[in-house]
């Protein structure tokens, strides 16, 4: 099992900056694609971004250039660096990985982080 912990939300100005951070944990063989969703009040679960074991990227429209996933495999973290965050950026953010359990298995399965609030005034 996997436990995915996020951590750095809070509240700021539009125009401003946050840094978001999730720790994998648990027992597992490999994580593949790390990423980012979120979820605003009547809204549905979002892509906000993605990067995979070898680094690939991928990044939703509405980022625009203001937002840089990164990750550190040998600590098992995945950031996001959210600048000129607006209103419309407020959502709680989940960390998402897939991994795999066992060397001798192809199954990769998905966890989720219990969200971390992220609020931009205007």
């Known amino acids: 099992q996997v436990q995915l912990v996020e951590s750095g939300g809070g509240l700021v100005q539009g125009g401003g900056s946050l840094r978001l951070s999730c720790e994998a944990s648990g027992t597992f063989f490999t994580l593949n694609t790390m990423g980012w969703y979120r979820q605003a009040p009547g809204k549905q679960r979002e892509l906000v971004a993605t990067?995979?074991?070898?680094?690939?990227?991928k990044y939703a429209d509405f980022v625009e250039g203001r937002f840089t996933i990164s990750r550190d495999s040998a600590k098992n973290m995945v950031y996001l660096q959210m600048d000129s965050l607006k209103p419309e950026d407020t959502a709680v953010y989940y960390c998402?990985?897939?991994?795999?359990?066992?060397?001798?298995?192809?199954?990769?399965?998905?966890?989720w982080g219990q969200g971390t609030q992220v609020t931009v005034s205007s």
């Open positions: 998402n990985t897939g991994a795999r359990r066992h060397g001798w298995s192809a199954i990769v399965y998905s966890y």
């Open positions: 990067i995979t074991s070898d680094g690939s990227i």
